[in-house]
């Protein structure tokens, strides 16, 4: 296998995984369910989801990964054998797939104050 494939499997794959990541973490958030449904008697339903954030969640896992694969494949010297720099490309796409899927998680499932309990209290320790 020559360099140029691997280099270029290892981005298809990286992308591959980036859209169903960022699919899934957005089809699954409480947000989008609303948006699609999910509500008391399909009440708050707007579709546009569909067409304005479904597009843009695609596109940002499907770029992401592979962008960050090429990155770290064209910094490392070249001296390096092709295993050894795959090796840590796919290590550096994995952790920043992690945390763009975390990141987009935390985006889309935003904490709420009212929920929070830091005594297990109903009321927040905060309230005088």
């Known amino acids: 296998m020559e360099q140029r494939d691997a280099a270029g499997y290892g981005g298809c794959?990286?992308?591959?995984?980036g859209a169903v990541a960022a699919l899934y973490v957005w089809g699954s958030s409480h947000r989008t369910g609303v948006h699609l449904g999910m509500g008391f008697e399909g009440h708050e339903r707007d579709l546009s989801v569909l067409w304005t954030?479904?597009?843009?969640v695609l596109l940002a896992g499907a770029l992401i990964p592979p962008f960050t694969w090429l990155l770290t494949l064209r910094l490392l010297p070249g001296r390096r054998s092709l295993r050894s720099r795959a090796l840590v490309a796919g290590?550096?796409?994995?952790g920043v797939l992690a945390l763009s899927t975390w990141g987009f998680h935390t985006w889309v499932n935003p904490h709420h104050p009212d929920h929070v309990r830091l005594s297990?209290?109903?009321a927040s320790d905060l309230d005088p």
């Not at 954030?53 to 843009?56: Q, V």
Request: charged share 5%; hydrophobic share 60%; net charge negative.
């Open 13 to 17: 794959a990286a992308a591959a995984f």
């Open 120 to 122: 297990g209290t109903v």
């Open 91 to 94: 290590a550096c796409t994995a």
């Open 53 to 56: 954030e479904l597009p843009l």
